[in-house]
Protein backbone atom coordinates (compact mmCIF):
# COMPACT_ATOMS: atom_id res chain seq x y z
CA UNK A 1 0.00 0.00 0.00
CA UNK A 2 1.83 3.13 -1.16
CA UNK A 3 0.46 5.76 1.19
CA UNK A 4 2.41 3.80 4.26
CA UNK A 5 5.63 4.51 2.61
CA UNK A 6 4.33 8.02 1.36
CA UNK A 7 3.50 9.09 5.00
CA UNK A 8 6.57 7.03 6.68
CA UNK A 9 3.26 6.10 8.87
CA UNK A 10 3.91 3.31 11.71
CA UNK A 11 4.93 0.06 10.45
CA UNK A 12 1.43 -1.58 12.02
CA UNK A 13 -0.69 1.44 12.17
CA UNK A 14 -2.83 3.63 9.95
CA UNK A 15 -1.88 6.94 7.65
CA UNK A 16 -2.69 9.95 9.96
CA UNK A 17 -6.53 10.87 8.79
CA UNK A 18 -8.44 13.93 10.45
CA UNK A 19 -12.22 13.97 10.18
CA UNK A 20 -14.08 17.22 10.95
CA UNK A 21 -16.44 15.37 13.85
CA UNK A 22 -20.12 17.34 15.12
CA UNK A 23 -19.66 16.07 18.24
CA UNK A 24 -16.28 17.55 19.12
CA UNK A 25 -16.59 21.15 17.14
CA UNK A 26 -12.91 19.70 15.83
CA UNK A 27 -11.08 18.14 12.72
CA UNK A 28 -10.33 15.04 15.08
CA UNK A 29 -7.54 12.13 14.26
CA UNK A 30 -9.28 9.61 13.21
CA UNK A 31 -8.15 6.27 15.38
CA UNK A 32 -9.57 2.95 16.13
CA UNK A 33 -9.69 1.46 19.61
CA UNK A 34 -7.74 -1.54 19.98
CA UNK A 35 -8.83 -4.74 19.83
CA UNK A 36 -11.16 -3.50 16.75
CA UNK A 37 -10.89 -4.89 13.54
CA UNK A 38 -12.86 -2.60 11.35
CA UNK A 39 -13.90 0.63 11.31
CA UNK A 40 -17.83 0.40 12.17
CA UNK A 41 -20.03 2.83 9.84
CA UNK A 42 -23.54 4.04 10.00
CA UNK A 43 -24.99 6.26 7.28
CA UNK A 44 -29.25 7.44 7.60
CA UNK A 45 -30.24 5.38 4.95
CA UNK A 46 -33.49 6.48 2.81
CA UNK A 47 -37.24 6.74 3.00
CA UNK A 48 -38.30 4.53 0.50
CA UNK A 49 -41.46 6.30 -0.77
CA UNK A 50 -40.13 7.86 -3.80
CA UNK A 51 -37.10 7.93 -5.67
CA UNK A 52 -34.55 9.08 -4.36
CA UNK A 53 -33.36 12.83 -5.77
CA UNK A 54 -29.63 14.03 -6.50
CA UNK A 55 -29.77 15.94 -2.79
CA UNK A 56 -30.42 12.27 -1.23
CA UNK A 57 -27.66 10.79 -3.07
CA UNK A 58 -25.06 13.37 -1.99
CA UNK A 59 -25.31 11.58 1.21
CA UNK A 60 -24.24 8.49 -0.27
CA UNK A 61 -21.13 9.63 -2.57
CA UNK A 62 -19.88 11.13 0.65
CA UNK A 63 -20.24 7.96 3.01
CA UNK A 64 -18.68 6.31 -0.13
CA UNK A 65 -15.33 8.79 0.02
CA UNK A 66 -15.51 7.92 3.64
CA UNK A 67 -15.31 3.99 3.13
CA UNK A 68 -12.24 4.80 0.24
CA UNK A 69 -10.49 7.05 2.27
CA UNK A 70 -10.97 4.70 5.17
CA UNK A 71 -9.49 1.81 3.11
CA UNK A 72 -7.00 4.01 1.51
CA UNK A 73 -5.41 4.57 4.94
CA UNK A 74 -5.31 0.77 5.68
CA UNK A 75 -8.69 0.34 7.79
CA UNK A 76 -11.10 -2.28 6.97
CA UNK A 77 -14.52 -1.12 6.96
CA UNK A 78 -17.99 -2.09 8.12
CA UNK A 79 -20.64 0.03 6.17
CA UNK A 80 -24.24 0.13 6.80
CA UNK A 81 -26.72 1.72 5.27
CA UNK A 82 -31.06 1.66 6.57
CA UNK A 83 -33.90 0.98 4.77
CA UNK A 84 -36.48 3.08 6.42
CA UNK A 85 -39.15 1.24 4.75
CA UNK A 86 -41.51 1.64 7.76
CA UNK A 87 -42.57 3.89 10.19
CA UNK A 88 -41.32 7.25 9.40
CA UNK A 89 -43.69 9.97 9.95
CA UNK A 90 -43.99 13.04 8.13
CA UNK A 91 -41.95 15.21 10.17
CA UNK A 92 -39.55 15.40 13.05
CA UNK A 93 -42.15 16.81 15.06
CA UNK A 94 -44.12 13.78 14.93
CA UNK A 95 -47.43 15.35 13.76
CA UNK A 96 -48.88 14.29 10.67
CA UNK A 97 -49.64 11.71 8.26
CA UNK A 98 -46.71 8.63 7.57
CA UNK A 99 -44.75 9.31 4.23
CA UNK A 100 -45.43 5.63 2.89
CA UNK A 101 -49.81 6.42 3.62
CA UNK A 102 -49.26 9.39 1.89
CA UNK A 103 -47.09 7.58 -0.87
CA UNK A 104 -49.80 4.66 -1.32
CA UNK A 105 -52.34 7.36 -2.34
CA UNK A 106 -50.45 8.86 -4.69
CA UNK A 107 -49.87 5.41 -6.64
CA UNK A 108 -52.96 4.21 -6.10
CA UNK A 109 -52.35 1.91 -3.80
CA UNK A 110 -55.09 0.45 -1.51
CA UNK A 111 -53.87 0.64 2.34
CA UNK A 112 -52.36 -2.29 3.47
CA UNK A 113 -49.10 -3.50 4.62
CA UNK A 114 -48.41 -5.79 2.29
CA UNK A 115 -48.52 -2.73 -0.20
CA UNK A 116 -46.49 -0.85 1.53
CA UNK A 117 -44.01 -3.46 1.44
CA UNK A 118 -44.03 -3.44 -2.27
CA UNK A 119 -43.60 0.11 -2.81
CA UNK A 120 -40.93 -0.17 -0.32
CA UNK A 121 -39.20 -2.64 -2.41
CA UNK A 122 -39.74 -0.83 -5.65
CA UNK A 123 -37.41 2.66 -4.31
CA UNK A 124 -34.78 0.27 -2.41
CA UNK A 125 -34.46 -1.69 -5.23
CA UNK A 126 -34.22 1.85 -7.58
CA UNK A 127 -32.30 2.88 -4.78
CA UNK A 128 -29.34 0.73 -4.69
CA UNK A 129 -29.31 0.69 -8.35
CA UNK A 130 -28.92 4.43 -8.44
CA UNK A 131 -25.73 3.56 -5.70
CA UNK A 132 -24.25 1.16 -8.27
CA UNK A 133 -24.30 3.56 -10.92
CA UNK A 134 -22.39 6.09 -8.97
CA UNK A 135 -20.01 3.43 -8.67
CA UNK A 136 -20.71 2.80 -5.03
CA UNK A 137 -19.67 -0.70 -4.54
CA UNK A 138 -23.26 -1.95 -2.91
CA UNK A 139 -21.66 -5.76 -2.73
CA UNK A 140 -19.68 -4.27 0.46
CA UNK A 141 -22.53 -2.39 2.11
CA UNK A 142 -25.67 -4.27 4.42
CA UNK A 143 -28.82 -2.26 3.92
CA UNK A 144 -31.35 -3.71 6.73
CA UNK A 145 -34.75 -2.77 6.02
CA UNK A 146 -36.57 -1.19 9.07
CA UNK A 147 -39.17 -3.85 8.85
CA UNK A 148 -37.27 -7.04 9.24
CA UNK A 149 -35.92 -5.04 12.88
CA UNK A 150 -39.01 -5.03 14.63
CA UNK A 151 -38.54 -7.35 17.24
CA UNK A 152 -35.03 -5.47 17.97
CA UNK A 153 -37.08 -2.03 17.85
CA UNK A 154 -39.45 -3.94 20.50
CA UNK A 155 -36.87 -5.20 22.71
CA UNK A 156 -35.16 -1.42 22.94
CA UNK A 157 -38.15 0.39 23.48
CA UNK A 158 -38.90 -1.93 26.13
CA UNK A 159 -35.52 -1.85 27.87
CA UNK A 160 -35.96 2.06 27.43
CA UNK A 161 -39.39 1.59 29.31
CA UNK A 162 -37.72 -0.62 32.55
CA UNK A 163 -35.16 1.90 32.72
CA UNK A 164 -37.67 4.77 33.42
CA UNK A 165 -37.40 7.01 29.68
CA UNK A 166 -41.02 6.40 28.54
CA UNK A 167 -44.40 8.11 29.14
CA UNK A 168 -47.66 6.75 27.38
CA UNK A 169 -49.50 9.18 25.43
CA UNK A 170 -52.38 9.14 23.21
CA UNK A 171 -50.64 8.65 19.92
CA UNK A 172 -48.60 6.41 21.57
CA UNK A 173 -45.64 6.25 23.32
CA UNK A 174 -43.01 8.87 23.97
CA UNK A 175 -39.44 9.45 24.86
CA UNK A 176 -39.13 11.47 28.29
CA UNK A 177 -35.39 13.80 27.36
CA UNK A 178 -36.32 15.48 30.53
CA UNK A 179 -34.65 11.90 32.14
CA UNK A 180 -31.68 12.08 29.68
CA UNK A 181 -30.21 15.38 31.07
CA UNK A 182 -27.53 15.17 28.13
CA UNK A 183 -29.72 15.50 25.77
CA UNK A 184 -28.83 17.85 22.92
CA UNK A 185 -25.07 17.46 23.28
CA UNK A 186 -25.08 17.51 19.47
CA UNK A 187 -24.66 20.33 17.97
CA UNK A 188 -25.73 22.38 20.85
CA UNK A 189 -29.58 22.58 19.85
CA UNK A 190 -30.96 25.40 21.83
CA UNK A 191 -33.38 23.66 23.47
CA UNK A 192 -34.67 26.80 25.49
CA UNK A 193 -35.45 28.37 22.26
CA UNK A 194 -37.63 25.23 21.54
CA UNK A 195 -39.41 25.55 24.03
CA UNK A 196 -39.87 28.95 24.22
CA UNK A 197 -41.16 28.26 20.65
CA UNK A 198 -43.16 25.58 21.32
CA UNK A 199 -45.87 25.38 19.59
CA UNK A 200 -45.52 21.65 18.56
CA UNK A 201 -45.96 20.51 21.73
CA UNK A 202 -49.72 21.79 22.23
CA UNK A 203 -50.53 19.70 18.65
CA UNK A 204 -49.53 16.65 20.42
CA UNK A 205 -49.46 14.94 23.86
CA UNK A 206 -45.93 15.41 24.57
CA UNK A 207 -44.83 16.90 27.67
CA UNK A 208 -41.80 18.86 25.94
CA UNK A 209 -40.45 19.67 22.88
CA UNK A 210 -38.26 17.55 21.98
CA UNK A 211 -39.67 14.09 23.22
CA UNK A 212 -40.29 12.02 20.44
CA UNK A 213 -42.66 8.98 19.59
CA UNK A 214 -41.13 5.67 20.21
CA UNK A 215 -43.93 3.61 19.21
CA UNK A 216 -46.98 5.05 17.40
CA UNK A 217 -50.07 3.55 17.62
CA UNK A 218 -52.49 2.54 14.64
CA UNK A 219 -55.38 0.85 15.55
CA UNK A 220 -55.68 -0.37 11.88
CA UNK A 221 -52.39 -1.16 10.88
CA UNK A 222 -48.85 -2.49 12.33
CA UNK A 223 -47.13 -4.53 14.19
CA UNK A 224 -48.68 -5.92 18.07
CA UNK A 225 -46.79 -4.23 20.85
CA UNK A 226 -46.77 -4.22 24.28
CA UNK A 227 -48.29 -0.64 23.44
CA UNK A 228 -50.97 -2.13 21.30
CA UNK A 229 -50.88 -2.02 17.19
CA UNK A 230 -48.79 0.24 15.85
CA UNK A 231 -45.49 1.21 13.83
CA UNK A 232 -42.22 1.83 15.77
CA UNK A 233 -40.54 5.75 15.75
CA UNK A 234 -38.10 6.24 12.91
CA UNK A 235 -35.28 7.37 15.34
CA UNK A 236 -36.06 3.86 17.25
CA UNK A 237 -35.71 2.13 14.44
CA UNK A 238 -31.79 3.45 13.34
CA UNK A 239 -30.91 2.83 17.08
CA UNK A 240 -32.03 -0.29 17.00
CA UNK A 241 -30.47 -1.29 13.70
CA UNK A 242 -27.04 -0.24 14.22
CA UNK A 243 -27.02 -2.83 17.18
CA UNK A 244 -28.39 -5.65 15.77
CA UNK A 245 -25.82 -4.79 12.34
CA UNK A 246 -22.92 -3.24 14.08
CA UNK A 247 -23.08 -3.43 17.98
CA UNK A 248 -23.91 -0.95 20.99
CA UNK A 249 -21.06 1.62 19.76
CA UNK A 250 -19.62 2.72 16.46
CA UNK A 251 -16.62 4.44 14.90
CA UNK A 252 -18.64 6.78 12.32
CA UNK A 253 -22.04 8.12 12.07
CA UNK A 254 -22.96 10.24 9.02
CA UNK A 255 -26.01 11.91 7.84
CA UNK A 256 -27.21 15.05 6.08
CA UNK A 257 -27.33 18.18 8.15
CA UNK A 258 -31.04 18.32 8.22
CA UNK A 259 -30.44 15.14 10.46
CA UNK A 260 -28.33 16.57 13.37
CA UNK A 261 -30.72 18.66 15.68
CA UNK A 262 -33.51 16.07 15.84
CA UNK A 263 -32.99 12.74 14.75
CA UNK A 264 -29.41 12.25 15.17
CA UNK A 265 -29.82 13.51 19.03
CA UNK A 266 -32.82 11.30 19.70
CA UNK A 267 -30.66 8.34 18.41
CA UNK A 268 -27.80 9.38 20.85
CA UNK A 269 -30.61 9.59 23.82
CA UNK A 270 -32.15 6.04 22.78
CA UNK A 271 -28.85 4.31 22.85
CA UNK A 272 -26.70 5.83 25.31
CA UNK A 273 -29.89 5.61 28.01
CA UNK A 274 -30.41 2.07 26.89
CA UNK A 275 -26.75 0.29 26.29
CA UNK A 276 -25.74 2.47 29.48
CA UNK A 277 -22.44 3.04 26.90
CA UNK A 278 -21.45 6.22 25.72
CA UNK A 279 -20.22 7.82 23.27
CA UNK A 280 -22.88 5.95 20.85
CA UNK A 281 -20.83 7.14 18.15
CA UNK A 282 -17.49 8.36 18.19
CA UNK A 283 -17.18 10.54 15.40
CA UNK A 284 -20.91 12.39 14.25
CA UNK A 285 -20.20 13.51 10.56
CA UNK A 286 -22.82 15.44 8.88
CA UNK A 287 -22.44 16.90 4.87
CA UNK A 288 -24.37 19.76 3.73
CA UNK A 289 -27.10 20.07 1.23
CA UNK A 290 -27.25 20.20 -2.37
CA UNK A 291 -30.12 22.85 -3.16
CA UNK A 292 -31.33 24.22 -6.10
CA UNK A 293 -31.28 27.63 -7.36
CA UNK A 294 -30.61 28.02 -3.41
CA UNK A 295 -33.96 26.35 -2.97
CA UNK A 296 -33.89 23.25 -1.15
CA UNK A 297 -34.69 20.30 -3.02
CA UNK A 298 -38.31 18.97 -2.32
CA UNK A 299 -41.50 17.83 -3.88
CA UNK A 300 -43.64 20.81 -2.64
CA UNK A 301 -41.60 23.48 -5.08
CA UNK A 302 -41.18 20.59 -7.61
CA UNK A 303 -37.90 21.19 -8.30
CA UNK A 304 -36.95 17.36 -7.60
CA UNK A 305 -34.16 15.88 -10.29
CA UNK A 306 -33.05 12.32 -9.95
CA UNK A 307 -30.04 10.80 -11.44
CA UNK A 308 -32.45 8.94 -14.38
CA UNK A 309 -33.09 12.44 -14.80
CA UNK A 310 -29.38 13.66 -15.43
CA UNK A 311 -28.95 10.44 -17.82
CA UNK A 312 -31.68 11.55 -19.81
CA UNK A 313 -30.46 14.99 -20.42
CA UNK A 314 -27.18 13.03 -21.59
CA UNK A 315 -25.37 13.39 -19.15
CA UNK A 316 -22.43 10.71 -18.00
CA UNK A 317 -23.87 9.50 -14.27
CA UNK A 318 -20.60 9.54 -12.91
CA UNK A 319 -20.11 13.51 -13.98
CA UNK A 320 -22.59 13.95 -11.16
CA UNK A 321 -20.07 12.44 -9.34
CA UNK A 322 -17.53 14.47 -10.25
CA UNK A 323 -19.77 17.37 -9.56
CA UNK A 324 -19.83 16.35 -5.85
CA UNK A 325 -16.27 15.87 -5.66
CA UNK A 326 -15.86 19.33 -6.32
CA UNK A 327 -17.16 20.66 -3.51
CA UNK A 328 -16.26 20.24 0.08
CA UNK A 329 -18.81 17.98 1.36
CA UNK A 330 -19.48 20.45 4.59
CA UNK A 331 -20.07 23.66 1.66
CA UNK A 332 -23.77 23.61 0.78
CA UNK A 333 -23.77 23.10 -2.75
CA UNK A 334 -25.89 24.74 -5.81
CA UNK A 335 -26.74 22.73 -8.65
CA UNK A 336 -27.46 23.58 -12.04
CA UNK A 337 -27.09 22.43 -15.48
CA UNK A 338 -24.37 24.78 -16.27
CA UNK A 339 -22.31 23.74 -13.20
CA UNK A 340 -22.79 20.17 -14.18
CA UNK A 341 -22.18 20.65 -17.74
CA UNK A 342 -18.85 22.06 -16.81
CA UNK A 343 -18.21 19.06 -14.33
CA UNK A 344 -19.05 16.29 -16.98
CA UNK A 345 -15.86 18.47 -19.44
CA UNK A 346 -13.63 17.71 -16.29
CA UNK A 347 -14.28 14.48 -16.07
CA UNK A 348 -14.82 13.64 -19.83
CA UNK A 349 -11.13 15.38 -20.45
CA UNK A 350 -9.43 12.78 -17.42
CA UNK A 351 -11.30 9.98 -18.80
CA UNK A 352 -10.08 10.42 -22.08
CA UNK A 353 -6.25 10.95 -20.54
CA UNK A 354 -6.51 7.94 -18.85
CA UNK A 355 -7.91 6.20 -22.15
CA UNK A 356 -5.84 7.33 -24.41
CA UNK A 357 -1.93 7.82 -22.70
CA UNK A 358 0.07 4.33 -22.24
CA UNK A 359 -0.09 2.14 -19.00
CA UNK A 360 3.75 1.15 -18.48
CA UNK A 361 3.85 4.48 -16.09
CA UNK A 362 4.95 4.42 -12.35
CA UNK A 363 2.46 6.88 -10.11
CA UNK A 364 4.76 9.87 -9.10
CA UNK A 365 5.38 9.76 -5.30
CA UNK A 366 5.38 13.66 -5.12
CA UNK A 367 2.14 14.30 -6.93
CA UNK A 368 0.25 10.93 -4.67
CA UNK A 369 1.36 12.50 -1.29
CA UNK A 370 -0.35 16.03 -2.61
CA UNK A 371 -3.43 14.19 -3.46
CA UNK A 372 -3.52 11.91 -0.49
CA UNK A 373 -2.45 14.53 1.85
CA UNK A 374 -5.56 16.79 0.61
CA UNK A 375 -7.95 13.42 1.16
CA UNK A 376 -6.46 12.90 4.68
CA UNK A 377 -7.62 16.69 5.21
CA UNK A 378 -11.32 15.75 6.46
CA UNK A 379 -11.96 14.79 2.86
CA UNK A 380 -11.17 17.71 0.71
CA UNK A 381 -12.37 16.04 -2.79
CA UNK A 382 -11.74 19.33 -4.56
CA UNK A 383 -8.48 19.51 -3.11
CA UNK A 384 -7.49 16.34 -4.65
CA UNK A 385 -9.35 17.04 -7.97
CA UNK A 386 -7.09 20.64 -8.41
CA UNK A 387 -3.66 18.77 -7.27
CA UNK A 388 -4.57 16.53 -10.30
CA UNK A 389 -5.02 18.75 -12.62
CA UNK A 390 -2.30 20.58 -11.42
CA UNK A 391 0.19 17.76 -11.82
CA UNK A 392 -1.43 17.53 -15.51
CA UNK A 393 -0.70 21.13 -16.52
CA UNK A 394 2.17 21.08 -14.42
CA UNK A 395 3.63 18.99 -17.21
CA UNK A 396 6.69 18.04 -15.59
CA UNK A 397 5.62 14.45 -15.03
CA UNK A 398 5.73 12.13 -18.06
CA UNK A 399 2.29 11.50 -19.04
CA UNK A 400 2.09 7.67 -18.69
CA UNK A 401 3.65 8.31 -15.11
CA UNK A 402 0.31 11.33 -14.70
CA UNK A 403 -2.11 8.76 -15.94
CA UNK A 404 -0.84 5.90 -13.29
CA UNK A 405 -0.77 8.94 -10.43
CA UNK A 406 -4.57 9.54 -11.54
CA UNK A 407 -5.53 5.85 -11.63
CA UNK A 408 -4.11 5.16 -8.26
CA UNK A 409 -5.77 8.61 -6.74
CA UNK A 410 -8.81 7.29 -8.29
CA UNK A 411 -9.24 4.62 -5.76
CA UNK A 412 -10.54 7.71 -3.78
CA UNK A 413 -12.17 9.44 -6.01
CA UNK A 414 -14.15 6.42 -7.68
CA UNK A 415 -14.81 7.85 -11.03
CA UNK A 416 -13.77 3.94 -12.32
CA UNK A 417 -11.17 5.30 -14.86
CA UNK A 418 -9.33 2.36 -14.93
CA UNK A 419 -12.83 0.43 -16.39
CA UNK A 420 -13.18 0.88 -20.18
CA UNK A 421 -16.59 3.17 -20.32
CA UNK A 422 -18.50 3.13 -23.96
CA UNK A 423 -20.63 5.90 -22.68
CA UNK A 424 -17.99 8.01 -21.65
CA UNK A 425 -15.98 7.52 -24.62
CA UNK A 426 -19.00 8.75 -27.16
CA UNK A 427 -19.30 11.49 -25.06
CA UNK A 428 -15.81 12.67 -25.37
CA UNK A 429 -15.62 11.57 -28.91
CA UNK A 430 -18.65 13.83 -29.62
CA UNK A 431 -17.13 16.65 -27.48
CA UNK A 432 -13.31 16.71 -28.36
CA UNK A 433 -13.12 14.78 -31.49
CA UNK A 434 -12.86 11.19 -32.74
CA UNK A 435 -9.23 9.73 -32.93
CA UNK A 436 -8.11 9.62 -36.67
CA UNK A 437 -6.43 6.48 -37.88
CA UNK A 438 -3.01 8.14 -39.27
CA UNK A 439 -2.58 5.38 -42.44
CA UNK A 440 -5.57 6.53 -43.81
CA UNK A 441 -5.31 10.10 -44.14
CA UNK A 442 -5.79 12.21 -47.33
CA UNK A 443 -2.76 13.65 -48.56
CA UNK A 444 -3.03 17.09 -47.72
CA UNK A 445 -3.48 16.33 -44.18
CA UNK A 446 -0.58 13.72 -44.11
CA UNK A 447 1.93 16.49 -45.91
CA UNK A 448 1.02 19.15 -43.15
CA UNK A 449 1.27 16.82 -40.00
CA UNK A 450 4.83 15.72 -41.25
CA UNK A 451 5.36 19.45 -42.09
CA UNK A 452 4.51 20.49 -38.47
CA UNK A 453 6.26 17.30 -37.25
CA UNK A 454 9.70 17.85 -39.13
CA UNK A 455 9.28 21.95 -37.69
CA UNK A 456 9.20 20.81 -33.88
CA UNK A 457 12.22 18.52 -34.91
CA UNK A 458 13.88 21.64 -36.08
CA UNK A 459 12.43 23.62 -33.23
CA UNK A 460 10.81 25.94 -35.01
CA UNK A 461 7.60 26.22 -33.00
CA UNK A 462 6.15 29.44 -35.47
CA UNK A 463 5.83 27.01 -38.45
CA UNK A 464 4.88 24.12 -36.32
CA UNK A 465 2.00 26.22 -34.82
CA UNK A 466 1.21 27.53 -38.56
CA UNK A 467 0.92 24.02 -39.41
CA UNK A 468 -1.29 23.07 -36.61
CA UNK A 469 -3.45 25.89 -37.45
CA UNK A 470 -4.11 24.88 -41.18
CA UNK A 471 -4.86 21.19 -39.79
CA UNK A 472 -7.43 22.96 -37.49
CA UNK A 473 -9.13 24.34 -40.35
CA UNK A 474 -9.89 21.21 -42.20
CA UNK A 475 -10.98 19.68 -38.85
CA UNK A 476 -8.16 17.96 -37.28
CA UNK A 477 -7.19 19.08 -34.07
CA UNK A 478 -3.15 17.80 -32.71
CA UNK A 479 -2.44 16.40 -28.88
CA UNK A 480 0.86 15.42 -28.20
CA UNK A 481 0.96 12.29 -26.40
CA UNK A 482 3.78 10.32 -25.09
CA UNK A 483 3.42 8.00 -28.09
CA UNK A 484 3.48 11.16 -30.52
CA UNK A 485 0.94 13.33 -32.00
CA UNK A 486 -2.57 12.19 -32.20
CA UNK A 487 -5.13 13.69 -34.51
CA UNK A 488 -8.73 14.02 -33.84
CA UNK A 489 -11.45 14.83 -36.14
CA UNK A 490 -14.57 16.67 -34.92
CA UNK A 491 -17.92 15.87 -36.97
P1 LIG B 1 -34.52 10.95 3.53
O1 LIG B 1 -34.80 9.92 2.48
O2 LIG B 1 -35.33 12.18 3.38
O3 LIG B 1 -34.60 10.38 4.93
O4 LIG B 1 -33.01 11.43 3.31
C1 LIG B 1 -31.91 10.60 3.09
C2 LIG B 1 -30.64 11.40 3.24
O5 LIG B 1 -30.56 12.45 2.28
C3 LIG B 1 -30.47 12.07 4.59
O6 LIG B 1 -29.12 11.90 5.03
C4 LIG B 1 -30.75 13.54 4.32
O7 LIG B 1 -30.07 14.37 5.22
C5 LIG B 1 -30.21 13.68 2.92
N1 LIG B 1 -30.78 14.79 2.14
C6 LIG B 1 -32.07 15.09 1.95
N2 LIG B 1 -32.21 16.16 1.13
C7 LIG B 1 -30.95 16.54 0.78
C8 LIG B 1 -30.40 17.59 -0.05
N3 LIG B 1 -31.17 18.44 -0.72
N4 LIG B 1 -29.06 17.67 -0.16
C9 LIG B 1 -28.26 16.80 0.47
N5 LIG B 1 -28.71 15.80 1.26
C10 LIG B 1 -30.03 15.67 1.42
ZN1 LIG C 1 -30.91 7.49 11.27
Known amino acids: MWLFDLFGAKKAGHT ?34 DTSHIGN ?18 YKVRQVINITDFGHLSSDADAGPDKMTKALKREGMALSMENMRTLAEKYTEQFIKDLATLNIDTSRIQFPRASDHIKGEIALISTLEEKGYTYKGKDGLYYDTA ?32 DF ?21 WHIE ?21 LMPTHHNNEIAQSEAATGKRPFSRFWMHHEFLNIADEKISKSLGNMVNLADLVEKGFHPLAYRYFLLG ?41 LKKIQERLADDLDTPGALAAAWEMLK ?34 YNKMFGVVVDRNVLPDRVKTLLEAREEARKEKNWQHADAMRGELQKLGYLIEDTSAGPRLFRKD
Open 394 to 427: DGEVAKADAKATILEADRVLGLNLAKPDELAASL
Open 327 to 367: AHYRTPMNFSTVALEAAQTSFLKLRRFVDTEQSDGSPSREW
Open 57 to 74: LRSYVFADVIHRTLEFSG
Open 238 to 258: CSAMINATLGKQIDIHTGGID
Open 213 to 233: LLWKSDKHLGWDSPWGKGFPG
Open 16 to 49: PLFLYNTLTKHKDEFTLPAHTKAVRMYNCGPTVY
Open 179 to 210: QFPEYGKLGDINIEGLKAGARVAEAVDKRAPT
